[in-house]
């Protein structure tokens, strides 16, 4: 499990810069965390590169990026090093490598995805059931999501116990905990230290908008995810199975989570083609793109079965969402929606400290 | 040039005190147009190096703790420069620093408490977060917000006066030369520091080996052009600050990380691996500005501080890494010293040590050397540990201090009277203020203040005519 080393070489110097500089101190975790070695382990990188949001504050702020022949770039030397350990760290590895910089390979997996839900629905169909179970029967969509979901589940813990090995944490106490779900609960970060937002759209002028796009995509996703846990527990444990009403808990949930995950992912695309891709990782750009669209392509799809429930097309809107459903789940400890765990992990670590 | 033809002002210069004045004479109406020499990403002149600025305040300000009285700020002052200093002046920039910090916020700039390292600063000093270059980003956005025209790789060759008046300024840009006649004029464009040549002529040439630890645009055209014709002239040639900075850093813009701390757990020898001064005479703070002037007496202007592993972590880590030997011998050959002069200059040295037990590394602990010469007065402690570690020395200056006379106004002047459309601002006027001598974080403050006393009093002067 060697990292590239070049990468964290080039990380390794930059730091030392920063280090010997700290001009940058208060705009976000990354610094104070940095400021407390004098030298850095492979580990210590690999926790400074997950505790970065990229929001590129400490770049447009840095008197010593290039033309400088000091060459400071310290967004793209901490993302590509952390691109390379999600790829390193992933259960199974030769998944991590294959999608984390591949958005191409994200796509086929979606259009995967697609095929094998027609299949199903085609060759299975249902034992006669209402709406969408008319379409595939609940056992059958149960036998194909409960691995899709628990994979994910099982390979992202592995990863995360490597990750914690590798930049050497202390057990893990509840208080490190809360204090990482808080600043994640609000992007504290993400504001900038000064409460001015990140520097993405426009170099160096602040703004929030990718906080707020973010937001609205965390919560959004996290609507929907509750919705869907909420249904799961009507069918199994209130026995009402679906379909439910507009006014119903899991429709006003979804319904919510849906436009806002479609919005955020919207605007996060948007301002991802508007910012400077040189302080991105290193060959990333299109695989981000494509994991954002898949996410957002989660969320129309389902908002669009949600109206076009009642019509003809409702069968093959299923099959294409739940198709997208699929290839996001298993996809999930592979593309860029890693991070959201990795990053909940870094901040736990930094606790710590 | 097209958006404004003629400018009412012409700010020369695109750092800390040229922003200042643009922005302040835009809000005051004027149509002001900025002359950059640097292109974009280096605009900002030694204001993008920089960390903080000085601040009066009475009670907690901003990132700021306690309270910095007018008085105590002026005896700090009249402390380094060893009472050159006009008190006028420095108690108008003393007084106007406390309001500055709610303006510099109000147009954009954000502070950080002190860094890590720095806590002594906490009181005296507020952070700008993300230093200098932040600070400078957040005032073009204003500035431009406000109307201010910028012109980069703009570099001004040559101001016409006229009697008492500036009656036009040409510049150059794309290779071609520009001519501009507008109401007023701000210099802004700081000493002369980075004109390898200008301070040869001042110290001989041995300055030809030091390094500029800030913009290599600041060679001073128009201080020198100004001067020619007559402006009043504050301060010498000689003047200026300089500090031991690594020996490795590049010519120019090598900033605040090629700064190194070692030197009081140290030895430093020339290149015949001689000790030349006392490391340990005070506090780092306190004796970092004097060894600019030391190196650049040693012969090839260039010294060598040597430290061993028990000193490794003590100080603050810089940009380049300690050259390191298991041996002194193999040391000095790394470093180019004669390997038998070092041994023997660090065995009197080491015999010279004595009781080590109060050894402290934050305090005057006075654990001295005896029947040394020169003498280590305090953290002298045997260099035995190995590996060792050795890192070069060379003289970083900082800025000049020769300049040009103004007021309280900030107005320049020739013979007894004013020029009447001419002010200046930040280093190009700081020798109005501090003869010799500087205290951290007063470069900005001088910029800050005068640069909108400058901006006022040229918006006045525009809109009157
Ligand atoms: C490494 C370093 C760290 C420092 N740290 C601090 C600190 O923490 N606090 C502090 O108070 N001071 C600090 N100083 C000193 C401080 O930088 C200066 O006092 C201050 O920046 C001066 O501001 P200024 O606007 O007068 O000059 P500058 O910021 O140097 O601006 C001069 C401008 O004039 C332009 N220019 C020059 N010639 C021409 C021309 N012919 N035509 C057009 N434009 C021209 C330059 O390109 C530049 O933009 C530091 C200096 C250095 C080098
Ligand atoms: S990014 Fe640049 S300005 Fe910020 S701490 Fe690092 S070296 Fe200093
Ligand atoms: S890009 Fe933002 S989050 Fe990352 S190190 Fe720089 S300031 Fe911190």
């Known amino acids: 499990m060697q990292m590239q080393s070049d990468l964290l070489q080039e990380a390794r110097r930059q730091a030392e810069i ?23 382990s492979d580990g210590d990188l690999t926790q400074l590169a997950n505790l970065c949001h990229n929001c590129r504050g400490c770049y447009y702020a840095c008197q010593y990026t290039a033309p400088h022949e000091f060459e400071l770039n310290l967004p793209q030397a901490l993302a590509n090093v952390r691109q390379e350990s999600w790829e390193d760290l992933a259960f199974p590895q030769v998944a991590g490598r294959a999608f984390q910089k591949n958005g191409v390979a994200i796509a086929v997996v979606a259009v995967i995805g697609f095929a094998v839900l027609f299949w199903t629905a085609k060759s299975l169909g249902s034992e006669g059931g209402e709406g969408f179970y008319a379409v595939l029967s609940h056992n059958a969509m149960v036998a194909i999501f409960l691995p899709a979901f628990l ?14 090995k590798r930049v050497d944490a202390e057990p893990l106490k509840p208080a490190h905990l809360v204090k990482a779900l808080k600043q994640a609960a609000q992007m504290r970060n993400l504001k900038g230290g000064h409460g001015d937002g990140c520097n993405f759209e426009d170099e160096d002028r602040f703004t929030h908008a990718r906080r707020m796009a973010h937001q609205a995509v965390m919560y959004g996703f996290l609507l929907c995810f509750t919705s869907t846990s909420v249904a799961t527990v009507m069918h199994y444990v209130l026995d009402l199975p679906a379909p439910y009403g507009l006014f119903s808990l899991p429709k006003l949930l979804g319904l919510s ?3 806002l995950l479609v919005l955020g992912c919207v605007e996060l695309i948007r301002l991802k083609l508007r910012s400077d891709r040189a302080l991105g990782a290193q060959g990333a750009f299109g695989a981000e793109i494509a994991f954002v669209g898949l996410l957002g392509f989660v969320g129309l799809s389902g908002l669009l079965l949600y109206a076009l429930g009642q019509t003809a097309a409702m069968p093959l809107l299923l099959a294409v969402h739940l198709g997208a459903v699929l290839a996001f789940f298993l996809l999930t400890p592979f593309t860029k929606m890693a991070h959201g765990f990795y990053r909940l992990t870094a901040l736990v670590v930094d606790a710590q400290r | 040039m097209s958006s404004i033809e003629t400018p009412d002002i012409v700010v020369i210069g695109g750092g800390n005190a040229a922003l200042c004045a643009a922005i302040t004479a835009a809000e005051a109406g004027a149509r002001v147009l900025i002359l950059e020499a640097a292109p974009k990403p280096y605009r900002g002149g030694n204001s993008r190096h920089t960390r903080n600025f000085r601040c009066m305040h009475h009670g907690p300000l901003g990132p700021l703790v306690d309270s910095y009285t007018e008085d105590e700020y002026l005896a700090d002052l009249l402390k380094v420069t060893g009472g050159k200093t006009h008190e006028g002046l420095a108690r108008l920039a003393i007084r106007t620093s406390e309001d500055c910090l709610p303006w510099m916020e109000a147009h954009g700039v954000r502070f950080q408490p002190s860094l890590s390292g720095t806590l002594s600063l906490a009181r005296t000093n507020a952070f700008f977060l993300g230093g200098g270059k932040g600070l400078v980003n957040a005032y073009y956005r204003t500035a431009e917000k406000l109307g201010v025209q910028v012109a980069y790789e703009a570099a001004v060759t040559h101001l016409e006066l006229t009697d008492d008046r500036i009656d036009f300024i ?24 980075a004109d390898t040549d200008w301070l040869a002529r001042a110290w001989g040439p041995a300055a030809k080996n030091f390094l500029i630890r800030g913009t290599p645009y600041n060679r001073g055209v128009v201080l020198a052009d100004l001067l020619d014709q007559g402006v009043e002239q504050v301060g010498d040639p000689t003047q200026c600050h300089a500090v031991a900075i690594d020996g490795r850093a590049p010519k120019f813009d090598g900033g605040i990380v090629t700064r190194l701390d070692c030197v009081p757990f140290s ?35 260039v010294g060598y501080v040597i430290i061993d592993a028990k000193s490794l972590n003590l100080f603050m880590p810089s940009v380049f890494p300690p050259i390191k030997a298991d041996t002194l011998e ?6 180019d010293l004669p390997a038998e002069a070092l041994v023997q200059t660090v065995a009197e040295f080491n015999a010279a040590c ?55 106004r900030a107005q320049c002047a020739i013979g007894n009277r004013p020029v009447s459309n001419l002010w200046a601002a930040g280093e190009t006027m700081a020798g109005s203020i501090l003869g010799q001598g500087y205290l951290a974080g007063f470069g900005m403050t001088i910029g800050t203040v005068f640069g909108r006393i400058a901006g006022k009093e040229a918006a006045a002067h525009a809109n009157a005519i």
Request: net charge neutral.
């Open chain 2, 330 to 335: 193999e040391l000095a050959r790394k470093m």
């Open chain 1, 257 to 259: 989570g849906g436009l």
């Open chain 2, 170 to 193: 040409d510049y150059t840009q794309d290779g071609q030369t520009h001519r501009v006649a507008p109401k007023s004029v701000v210099v802004a464009s700081g000493g002369f520091q």
């Open chain 1, 151 to 164: 994979f994910p589940l099982v390979s992202i813990a592995i990863s995360l116990r490597r990750y914690l």
């Open chain 2, 267 to 301: 030895i430093v020898v020339n290149k015949d691996a001689q000790r030349f001064y006392d490391e340990g005479e005070d506090v780092w703070p306190k004796r970092y500005a004097i060894w600019g002037r030391l190196v650049a007496a040693q012969p090839d202007q």
């Open chain 1, 18 to 40: 920063c280090n010997a500089c700290r001009y940058c101190e208060g705009y976000c975790s990354v610094f104070p965390a940095l400021h407390a070695e004098r030298a850095f």
């Open chain 2, 354 to 408: 004595g009781d080590t037990s109060t050894f402290h590394p934050t305090e005057l602990d006075g654990v001295a050397t005896t029947g040394l010469t020169p003498p280590k007065t305090n953290w002298a402690r045997p260099i035995t540990e190995p590996p060792f570690y050795g890192y070069s020395l060379r003289t970083g200056v900082t800025f000049t201090y020769l300049g040009l006379k103004v007021d309280e």
